[in-house]
């Protein structure tokens, strides 16, 4: 096995060690991405390193080969099975329920559909609503969708799960975007018995403290994505010092925790540590960074901050590398941050939907409908609404017509294995999919536009979750 996998398999062992991170502060940012996130997991968990030797992406050095192929771009790598949106497996999988008298069921969603995180709530709501129109179709039934905007807000989180808690149609939750967010209204969906799958949630705590009670997760955890960029800052970019930011969010300085614990086990020099809530100007924490000239600064937080920080960055003359996870995994930076958005590198539980060779059919649906791109994290918002609906397909054959929540969460336990369109979906007993898949992405353009199109993927790892 090459450098990189032994180097990130024993990282990721290392991670279990150490006890993270604040992130406990109650904030409007998280990611998803991602928006994911919140405190660090306990020391006694173990975060998994099986790393599927096997697997031809695992091996894949990112230090042997700092310029990917053109066939690992994602303009190169168009999907390459068309399958429909609704999968064969989801076809076979789901019972015959016509007929039954289920009465009005409601799937709900929680995104931040206003403010700057919106991009990638909208898409995950967009790919729920998609998805419910299709298993439908294929249900002979009438689930209705029910679409909240949490702000990427917790308080708002919280109280748009009471109403949701309060609708008794409603049987499943698509969402969160962000971590802090899901963890504020998880105490309210454990009380209500009501299903969460997360489309986007990377914090530890989201399956340690709440798995498939009620909640799963169909992306990475915390305790791995900052180990995947610390081994690429360390093996692929030879960095040797580094100066990390964070936003104070739950999800912001759990991944900056984890990388900084990380760095320092392996000799990168780490100049500074800071959490910021600015939103535009971003002296005050810049000027350190400019007197230290470290080699690299990782970036715990959202584009909608990352951005602006960066072009303030480069504009000061600080050319030192910028890295970060999930929270940069969208165009809106480069609609922030210009050209200076270029060579930036960060790791993704996501990636570009035509990665997912199952999703070819979703994605032309999606643009059909929505007359835009694909963004990331709509694929993952597709696969837990389906998810959801299989689920209570499943209750409501069981019950012999409407299912209660109970029922479904019950149900849940028997949907994996499921092939959505991000491929096939495996939870463990805890609500993790079995394995994640993670990205690398080598950022090349400034133009949002060409998002998709000219970034270039330079690895592509499974890792399994918590001890397995």
């Known amino acids: 096995m090459k450098r990189f996998t032994s180097a990130l398999m024993l990282l990721v062992i290392l991670a279990?060690?150490?006890?993270?991170?604040?992130?406990?502060?109650?904030?409007?940012?998280?990611?998803?991405?991602?928006?994911?996130?919140?405190?660090?997991?306990?020391?006694?968990?173990?975060?998994?390193?099986?790393?599927?030797?096997?697997?031809?992406?695992?091996?894949?050095?990112?230090?042997?080969?700092?310029?990917?192929?053109?066939?690992?771009?994602?303009?190169?790598?168009?999907?390459?099975?068309?399958?429909?949106?609704?999968?064969?497996?989801?076809?076979?999988?789901?019972?015959?329920?016509?007929?039954?008298?289920i009465g009005t069921i409601k799937i709900a969603s929680q995104t931040p559909l206003s403010g700057p995180q919106s991009a990638l709530g909208t898409g995950i709501r967009n790919g729920a609503e998609l998805a419910i129109e299709q298993m439908n179709e294929r249900l002979g039934t009438n689930i209705q969708f029910a679409p909240f905007d949490d702000q990427a807000t917790e308080d708002i989180g919280a109280s748009n799960a009471n109403q949701i808690a309060a609708d008794q149609d409603i049987m499943c939750v698509a969402g969160h975007?962000?971590?802090?967010v899901a963890l504020a209204s998880l105490p309210t969906y454990k009380n209500a018995s009501l299903l969460m799958?997360?489309?986007?949630?990377?914090?530890?705590?989201i399956t340690d403290d709440f798995g498939a009670n009620p909640a799963y997760r169909i992306v990475g955890r915390d305790d791995v994505q900052p180990a995947v960029a610390e081994a690429h800052a360390r093996d692929a970019l030879q960095v040797k010092s580094v100066y990390i930011l964070h936003d104070k969010t739950a999800y912001g300085q759990g991944v900056a925790d984890f990388f900084r614990q990380l760095a320092e086990k392996d000799g990168i020099q780490v100049l500074g540590f800071e959490g910021t809530d600015e939103k535009s100007v971003f002296d005050p924490v810049l000027n350190p960074i400019l007197a230290a000239q470290p080699d690299a600064v990782f970036w715990g937080g959202i584009y909608s901050e990352g951005g602006p920080?960066?072009?303030?960055?480069?504009?000061?003359?600080?050319?030192?590398?910028?890295?970060?996870?999930?929270?940069?995994?969208?165009?809106?930076?480069?609609?922030?941050?210009?050209?200076?958005?270029?060579?930036?590198?960060?790791?993704?539980?996501?990636?570009?939907?035509?990665?997912?060779?199952?999703?070819?059919?979703?994605?032309?649906?999606?643009?059909?409908?929505?007359?835009?791109?694909?963004?990331?994290?709509?694929?993952?918002?597709?696969?837990?609404?389906?998810?959801?609906?299989?689920?209570?397909?499943?209750?409501?054959?069981?019950?012999?017509?409407?299912?209660?929540?109970?029922?479904?969460?019950?149900?849940?336990?028997?949907?994996?294995?499921?092939?959505?369109?991000?491929?096939?979906?495996?939870?463990?007993?805890?609500?993790?999919?079995?394995?994640?898949?993670?990205?690398?992405?080598?950022?090349?353009?400034?133009?949002?536009?060409?998002?998709?199109?000219?970034?270039?993927?330079?690895?592509?790892?499974?890792?399994?979750?918590?001890?397995?």
């Open 16 to 101: 279990s060690m150490l006890a993270a991170c604040g992130g406990t502060t109650a904030s409007p940012s998280g990611s998803g991405a991602a928006s994911p996130a919140a405190s660090a997991p306990a020391a006694s968990e173990s975060p998994a390193a099986s790393m599927p030797a096997e697997s031809p992406a695992a091996s894949e050095s990112p230090a042997a080969s700092e310029s990917p192929a053109a066939s690992e771009s994602p303009a190169a790598s168009t999907a390459a099975s068309p399958a429909t949106s609704e999968t064969a497996a989801a076809a076979a999988e789901l019972p015959n329920i016509e007929g039954l008298d």
């Open 177 to 180: 975007l962000n971590s802090g």
């Open 197 to 205: 799958i997360s489309p986007a949630n990377t914090n530890v705590r």
């Open 309 to 468: 920080l960066l072009k303030q960055m480069r504009e000061k003359g600080i050319q030192a590398k910028f890295l970060g996870t999930d929270g940069l995994d969208s165009s809106e930076l480069a609609r922030l941050a210009g050209e200076a958005a270029v060579g930036v590198n960060y790791v993704t539980i996501a990636g570009p939907v035509n990665q997912y060779p199952a999703a070819a059919k979703f994605s032309e649906d999606y643009q059909a409908k929505y007359n835009t791109a694909t963004p990331a994290f709509a694929a993952q918002g597709y696969d837990v609404a389906a998810l959801c609906a299989v689920a209570i397909a499943k209750a409501a054959e069981k019950a012999n017509g409407r299912p209660t929540r109970q029922q479904v969460l019950e149900a849940m336990k028997e949907v994996s294995p499921y092939e959505g369109v991000t491929g096939n979906v495996t939870f463990d007993e805890k609500g993790d999919r079995v394995p994640a898949t993670y990205f690398i992405i080598d950022v090349k353009t400034g133009d949002p536009a060409q998002w998709d199109a000219q970034n270039t993927i330079i690895n592509k790892i499974d890792i399994a979750p918590t001890g397995q």
